[in-house]
């Protein structure tokens, strides 16, 4: 499966932005978890919210909670992920990532497809 991330860009601070991956795939879409992740220079790939296939269940690092919701359309191929509130903190390069499975893991390692990643930057 292919990933293509858009919607990254420059934000002040408790600003909004909504980021799309759209997925192009010879599976059913509905069969893979997926997942956002962001990384900085020089520091690893940090999990920022995870959805099961069906989207029923989502999960989201600590430091995103109640600011962030990730959602899918199954229909569409396509996970997004809604961030307000945004910090100086938030900024980096922010990545999709999908698995064929029915689990959602933190770590970016069993991830089996990534999309080349958009950059969010958030001014204070």
């Known amino acids: 499966v292919q990933l293509q991330a858009s919607g990254g860009g420059l934000v002040q601070a408790g600003g909004s932005l909504t980021l799309s991956c759209a997925a192009v795939?010879?599976?059913?879409?509905?069969?893979?978890?997926a997942a956002w992740f962001r990384q900085v220079p020089g520091k690893e790939r940090d999990f920022v919210a995870g959805?099961?296939?069906?989207?029923?269940?989502?999960y989201y690092a600590d430091s995103v909670k109640g600011r962030f919701t990730i959602s899918r359309d199954n229909v569409k191929n396509t996970v997004y992920l809604q961030m307000n509130m945004l910090k100086p903190e938030d900024t980096a390069v922010h990545y999709c990532?999908?698995?064929?499975?029915?689990?959602?893991?933190?770590?970016?390692?069993?991830?089996?497809?990534w999309g080349p990643g958009t950059q969010v930057t958030v001014s204070s």
């Open positions: 990532a999908a698995r064929p499975s029915r689990v959602v893991v933190r770590t970016a390692i069993p991830y089996d497809y």
């Open positions: 795939s010879g599976r059913t879409f509905g069969e893979y978890v």
């Open positions: 959805i099961a296939y069906s989207g029923g269940t989502t």
